[in-house]
């Protein structure tokens, strides 16, 4: 049976064509195919949609398009046609259909200005741009007008209004004074969104003349400046404190309407005395997290991509010590038309059927126009192929005249989309493009991928032979993909040889042949050891390798993941590497690497290098710092600089370091300068200029480094233009239409002078663009906004300051910003390859969708459902991540017999494309858990009775049940094993003729078609006689559960003054079981802790009796619920009891009373401690209470037989419900020390309570009778 799958694209010997199309037919991007093969026009490059041209430069609309043949050109203008011929200043780059209109030779751009349109056509269609719209930009000067001077009071706000010139585009706003330093700016000061300086409230120092408010067109790179505003402030003290008022915007409501992915930006700025702080809410829902920022001192909020849902009131609330105010926004987002589905082109064969959708979204719902080669489709030449449903067309029994290039318009009033797609119908023979006699080399046991890249019309049908007259390939050892390759999975000797690929369609047939060589892998027969040496001592670790005869390996070795050091104590010899005169700084990890063209392996092992014996130790120190440090030979760009040493203390100096602090940009910080060897006490040093340069010199022997010298005299040098430009320029785009251009900054000395600047140049790279520069301040970042999604750009920053530029800088490539991928990965294909493993491939997403930097492919995949069960459960999708442009993977950890779905998305920076459609795949059967339980019950003389419990996790179809027994002797010698197979459909067993007064040990597990599960164990024994047990034994455990504890009891035949535990865990878990030991020789037990709704497994055991148990039981908790409340002081008999304890205290005071009138006296504490009844002996705290009949103040004391063991105590806080509720609520009633309750009944016996075995039922009454 053949399979089709994906690709994998990692192989390197594989040559992967991407899809230019989705289609009927996939045309790979053959450059020699494209030039045979026909195609109507694309349009490829194109002006923006509002293009603002400088009217000072050269007017260039793009329009490039391709085809073949080549497309023609033509333009029209305001909807007319543009005859270009007649203008002079008009002309079209040749082959290509962009337009250059001269303006700097004479021509005026605003007589040009206009709405223009390309049309590239050739005989199979025409395509169409976008109707791009020309302005020139506009900056003009600011009208006069005179300024009176602002005189304000103390406390008071102020507006200065800017009132900029109207320019194309708008100018950036910014307010500085007469030395062009910005105005500070703060919550009492700042700037608005018109460009208009608030005040909340004045200061006086706010007094000041040169208020200027600057405006700069990007465009023409020109600065607009308004005349000054003079500000005085006049003090009236104390300034009156006044609650805020809002300056912006009036009203207490105002609207707003804002484009769906624009920047919403909504500003509040208000006044007061304090100044007011401004918070922001939305009525009725929450600011959108991770899209929020606030600026301006939080007076203007801003929402990134806004969309609809963003919508509502918006409300800023101003407030300060004296009061509030408020304002509310109503914002209604509205959407320009938007793809929900662009029209693909198609590439049909004749005779096929296709379709081309186009559906887009907005607010309001745009309308959608269809036309065929630029005219509308109603009055297009007719098509009897072609019918126009809505947003479809549907195109059936197409031939080669039904070639043409359609046009989708999707518009309502804020905007339009125009999309181009052809179809293109051809009929070709059957092509291979994979070369003639290619040699494919694959080490053993690895897949070997033969490619054959095909194309056709219609699509051929492929096939794959071996050897000149071998036979068609068939068969589970090979993998057909479809695109033609051949994946052999396990490639062996045996595979070498020629391979012949066969392309046929009804148009014709082609082979190619290609050649196969399998080589051995590579191996290290020997590896590196674990090695530890002495200080100074030699090492050697070894590396001999074995290898394919025919491959040439190359052997290298690592330190850390590292390249060795550059150290001639190193030596690396042929099959070892050896280290001479081994130091504390060789120790690590030491790794072989062995590399051939196909293979690569390794081995690793540590070296650890310990302290030679120790010797006669010499004082050794670090040596005295220099002094008497002397500057001379000043210069304008190097000084000389002299000094003593201080004492060596027995190390010899091996060299000085010189430090310097500059003293004018960063005073306090000291910096490397250089260093010079220990014999040398003077150094010329090189300084940069507007430097204010201090220097000091530390000496460094073997033991370290000597304190810092003090500091020499101070040296200024002059300024200077910069010597350097910025480091670490990059381009990286933060959303996809801007360019973010980053750089580190100069640092003080490097400025070489005051009023450091960067002028920041880009351009597009691969595109006759000229350069767009901008000077910016000392900063070290700049946003270039509007540009396409993901594009190379050309980038340089340049250093300059007062006295100059720095020298041309270099230029770097940088990217505009990524966007989510617009393609999901195509042809996914699941190849399951046992019960828990399946290898997923797909065809790789084309570069030009990712829109951004390919970082691999998710594959989410989730189990739908057991095949065994048919019962499905909550889904649980797992990710598997798959880095770079790798187009397979391996799923682990699958359930066998089991349904799973599966999807694959593409992956850039910016996040995840669309998920491919779910792919389902099934896993075959494995092997079963072991049996949830195994119970052996009803022993007689010769048998015994099994019970189990069906696998947790069958995986599979139970066929039969596998049950292994063998006697064991008083030694535990193990007798002959005997084996039964049970029929699957069977839950129990009743084994006869079995030896009596005998132990038997038991395996019992599962089977499915594909195996034996895991087995579970078990021990019996069978009785003497039918009167009495040769061997003690545990019978009749029952348990009585609650919610979270429950009571076991069990009957015990045997010896006196047994041990007893009790072991307990969750049914059906593989857990170890836990196990609780028993006080006294009690025969119940109370297990505490355990979870509501729960079934449990337990056993009881006698210690000493060789390992005695019971057989096991399983019990379920009882569910979570509210426990049912007694109040115990609205009961007959508590009210009634503690009356007469009431009156029995007044009798006894009454009596103590005569009795000290008569002067005699009564030592009541003597006797009741002489006649202390042992029944009610008063309890201690910890010995508990009894269930919901004692009060929560007055602990009662119980029958001294009814305690508690100490290490079981049962107090209140551990359960509230009542005695009543544990009759009724379980299958027993048992009380929460783990009696029976029968125990605390009235009887007079006085054994313990534990050999009690009375089961009357809990009263009230009873309960009484432990007090009496």
């Known amino acids: 049976m053949m399979k089709k799958k994906s690709i994998p694209a990692s192989k390197p010997f594989l040559i992967l064509f991407l899809c230019q199309i989705i289609s009927a037919l996939d045309v790979p991007l053959d450059s020699k195919l494209l030039e045979e093969l026909s195609q109507p026009p694309t349009i490829t490059h194109q002006s923006p949609k509002d293009y603002i041209v400088d009217p000072r430069e050269n007017i260039v609309i793009q329009c490039e398009a391709k085809g073949k043949p080549p497309p023609s050109f033509s333009w029209t203008r305001n909807g007319t046609h543009f005859d270009i011929d007649k203008d002079a200043q008009v002309t079209m780059k040749p082959n290509s259909g962009t337009l250059v209109i001269n303006i700097m030779n004479g021509g005026k751009a605003e007589a040009y200005e206009g709405v223009y349109q390309c049309t590239a056509r050739n005989e199979r269609g025409a395509a169409i741009s976008n109707n791009i719209v020309i302005r020139p930009s506009r900056s003009p000067l600011w009208t006069k007008e005179k300024l009176e001077p602002n005189q304000v009071r103390e406390g008071d706000s102020l507006v200065l209004h800017c009132r900029p010139p109207v320019g ?42 040169d208020y200027i408010c600057y405006a700069r067109f990007n465009h023409t790179q020109t600065i607009q400046q308004k005349q000054p505003i003079s500000v005085k402030v006049f003090s009236t003290k104390p300034a009156t404190e006044r609650q805020p008022v809002l300056l912006t915007p009036t009203g207490s409501t105002s609207t707003k309407v804002e484009l769906r992915g ?36 939080k007076k203007t909020l801003k929402i990134i991509d806004v969309s609809e849902a963003d919508s509502g009131n918006y409300k800023c609330i101003a407030r300060n010590t004296l009061g509030s105010v408020h304002h509310v926004i109503s914002v209604t987002v509205k959407a320009a038309p938007y793809w929900i589905t662009a029209p693909r082109n198609l590439v049909l064969s004749p005779g096929e059927d296709g379709t081309l959708i186009c559906r887009a979204n907005g607010n309001p719902k745009p309308s959608i126009s269809w036309l065929a080669n630029g005219v509308p489709i109603a009055i297009a030449p ?164 074995k290898h394919d005869s025919t491959l040439l390996p190359t052997v290298m070795w690592l330190k850390d993941n590292d390249e060795l050091p550059d150290d001639e104590r190193f030596l690396v010899g042929k099959d070892n590497l050896t280290i001479m005169n081994v130091t504390d700084k060789d120790d690590g990890t030491y790794t072989c690497i062995v590399n051939t063209t196909l293979d ?52 010899p100096i091996t060299h000085f370091v010189i430090e310097y602090e500059d003293g004018l940009h960063e005073p306090g910080v000291w910096h490397y300068q250089t260093e010079v060897p220990g014999t040398q006490t003077t150094v010329q040093l090189k300084l940069s200029p507007y430097v204010n340069y201090s220097f000091r010199v530390i000496a460094v022997n073997k033991i370290g480094r000597s304190q810092p010298s003090e500091p020499s005299e101070q040296y200024l040098t002059k300024s200077a233009s910069p010597d350097e430009n910025p480091a670490n320029v990059q381009g990286i785009g933060s959303e996809p239409d801007n360019l973010v251009i980053t750089w580190e900054s100069l640092k003080g000395f490097q400025s070489n002078g005051p009023g450091l600047q960067y002028k920041v140049s880009w351009r597009q790279k691969d595109v006759d663009d000229e350069w767009t520069s901008v ?136 996040g995840e494309g669309p998920a491919s459609p779910d792919k389902v795949f099934k896993t075959p059967e494995g092997v079963p858990s072991s049996p949830s339980y195994l119970k052996i019950t009803n022993p007689t003389l010769d048998s015994l009775t099994l019970e189990w419990g069906s696998p947790t996790h069958p995986n599979g179809v139970l066929t039969s049940y596998i049950l292994k027994f063998q006697p064991i002797n008083n030694t535990h010698e193990l007798g002959p094993l005997v084996e039964i197979r049970i029929p699957a459909n069977e839950s129990s067993l009743i084994l006869k003729n079995l030896n009596y007064s005998t132990r038997y040990k038991f395996y019992f597990n599962a089977q499915t078609s594909v195996g034996s599960g895991s087995q579970i164990t078990e021990e019996a024994v069978t009785i003497m006689d039918e009167v009495q047990p040769l061997y003690p034994r545990i019978r009749n455990v029952t348990t009585a559960a609650a919610e979270t504890y429950a009571n076991i009891s069990w009957e015990y035949e045997g010896p006196d003054h047994a041990n007893f535990y009790v072991e307990y865990g969750v049914a059906g878990s593989k857990e170890d079981w836990k196990k609780e030991i028993v006080n006294g020789s009690r025969s119940f037990f109370v297990l505490k802790g355990l979870t509501p709704g729960t079934a449990y497994k337990v056993r009881v055991g006698a210690e000493g009796l060789s390992g005695f148990r019971s057989s096991e039981d399983v019990f379920e908790t009882g569910p979570a619920m509210a426990s049912r409340q007694v109040d115990i002081a609205t009961q007959g008999w508590f009210i009634g009891l503690m009356c007469a304890v009431a009156l029995l205290i007044l009798i006894l005071l009454i009596v103590c009373f005569i009795r000290r009138n008569k002067g005699g006296k009564y030592p009541v504490k003597e006797k009741e401690d002489a006649h202390a009844d042992p029944e009610i002996q008063p309890m201690k705290e910890d010995d508990g209470t009894f269930g919901e009949y004692s009060d929560a103040e007055d602990h009662k004391p119980l029958k001294k037989g009814s305690r508690t063991p100490s290490d079981r105590t049962v107090k209140k806080e551990d359960s509230d419900d009542s ?50």
Request: proline content about 8%.
């Open 262 to 297: 624009n920047v919403l930006l909504l500003e509040c700025i208000a006044a007061g005395l304090p100044t007011p702080v401004i918070r922001w809410i939305k009525e009725g829902g929450e600011l959108p997290a991770n899209r929020t920022f606030f600026e301006n001192f």
């Open 600 to 651: 690569s392996v390794s081995a690793s092992a540590v070296l650890t290098v310990v302290a030679a014996p120790p010797t006669p130790a010499i004082i050794y120190a670090r040596p005295n710092p220099p002094f008497d440090l002397e500057l001379t030979g000043q210069l304008e760009r190097s000084i000389e600089l002299s000094w003593i040493p201080g004492d060596e203390n027995n190390s």
């Open 1219 to 1268: 005695l009543v509720d544990y009759g009724e609520g379980v299958n027993g009633q048992f009380n929460e020390d783990g009696s029976f309750i029968g125990q605390y009944s009235g009887k007079k016996e006085k054994e313990p309570a534990e050999g009690n075995e009375s089961s009357e039922a809990p009263s009230p009454v009873n309960a009484m009778n432990s007090f009496v």
């Open 775 to 910: 000077i910016v301040a000392n900063v070290s970042k700049y946003i270039v906004s509007g540009t396409p999604t993901f594009v190379p750009y050309e980038i340089k920053v340049q250093a300059l300051n007062d006295l100059g530029y720095a020298p041309e800088p270099s230029e770097v490539i940088g990217h505009s910003g990524e966007d989510l991928p617009m393609v999901a990965p195509g042809n996914v294909q699941v190849h399951v390859i046992n019960s828990t493993l399946a290898k997923v491939h797909w065809d790789p997403v084309p570069l030009k969708s990712v829109r951004g930097h390919l970082q691999g492919y998710k594959v989410y995949y989730w189990k739908v459902q057991s095949l065994s069960r048919r019962s499905r459960r909550h889904v649980e999708k797992k990710i598997l991540t798959f880095r770079g442009n790798k187009t397979f993977g391996m799923l682990p950890g699958l359930e066998p017999y089991s349904s799973y779905k599966l999807n694959v998305r593409v992956v850039n920076g910016k």
């Open 168 to 209: 194309l585009p708008p100018p950036i706003i910014f307010w500085m004074d007469n030395a062009f330093q910005r105005l500070p700016q703060s919550e009492r000061v700042s700037q608005g969104l018109n460009g208009d300086l608030y005040f909340s409230n004045v200061q006086p120092e706010d007094t000041r003349e």
């Open 382 to 545: 007719e098509d009897p192929s072609r019918k126009v449903d809505g947003d479809t067309i549907i195109f059936s029994h197409v031939q080669e005249r039904s070639s043409a290039v359609y046009q989708c318009n999707a518009s309502n009033e804020y905007g339009y989309l125009l999309a181009n797609a052809f179809v293109n119908v051809l009929a070709e023979p059957p092509r291979i493009l994979t070369p003639a006699n290619k040699l494919y080399q694959v080490i053993a046991d690895s897949p070997a991928l033969l490619d054959c890249a095909y194309f056709g019309s219609p699509k051929p049908e492929i096939e794959w032979f071996k050897g000149v007259k071998g036979s068609i390939l068939r068969g589970n050892e090979y993998v057909f993909h479809d695109n033609g390759t051949l994946e052999i999975p396990v490639a062996q000797k045996d595979s070498t040889g020629t391979y012949t690929c066969v392309a046929r369609n009804e148009l014709g047939k082609i082979q190619n042949e290609v050649h196969l060589e399998i080589k051995d892998p590579t191996m290290i027969i020997k590896q590196p050891e674990y090695k530890v040496v002495q200080r100074y001592g030699q090492v050697s670790f070894e590396c001999i390798i």
